[in-house]
């Protein structure tokens, strides 16, 4: 069975996984497949969870907030915010939903900061322009 790397890159860590027999992610076009020997091929991932199989072990499962993936030369490299893997469905998703909703409400938090120190800029704009 013909064998490829996987390059995992994320934010803060990078990790390379040897002997990949097979891998299925998303795009905006739908599902795909990649084996050995496939031709060069880039596109971006959708959010979600991906998979791939190491030899003929048991499917692992790779939650990614959307990334680019680029195959060449047998290997595949993914770059990505963050990214984690396991064989269990459920955790890794439950992983997955977890940093989803941390993430979203440090954008709220950010976006409500935002928003206030708007509030105060115009505020002594407009008391700079009475003066």
């Known amino acids: 069975m013909s064998e490829f790397v996987l390059e995992l890159n ?12 097979s891998f299925v992610g998303e795009d905006a076009s739908g599902q795909f497949g990649l084996l050995a ?4 091929h880039a596109t971006v991932l959708s959010f ?3 998979r791939f199989r190491v030899g003929a072990q048991d499917w692992q499962f790779l939650a990614l907030p959307g990334g680019v993936a680029y195959f060449d030369a047998d290997v595949l490299r993914i770059s990505t915010r963050r990214f984690l ?12 939903r977890k940093e989803l909703v941390a ?8 976006r409500t900061n935002l928003r ?16």
């Open 10 to 21: 994320g934010a803060t860590r990078l990790e390379r996984i040897e002997g990949v027999s």
């Open 37 to 40: 020997g496939h031709s060069r």
């Open 48 to 50: 979600g969870l991906a």
């Open 85 to 96: 893997y396991g064989p269990d469905f459920r955790e890794v998703s439950g992983a997955l």
């Open 103 to 110: 993430e979203e409400q440090q954008i709220t938090t950010v």
């Open 116 to 131: 206030h120190l708007e509030e105060e800029m115009l505020r002594r704009l407009w008391e700079m322009g009475r003066r």
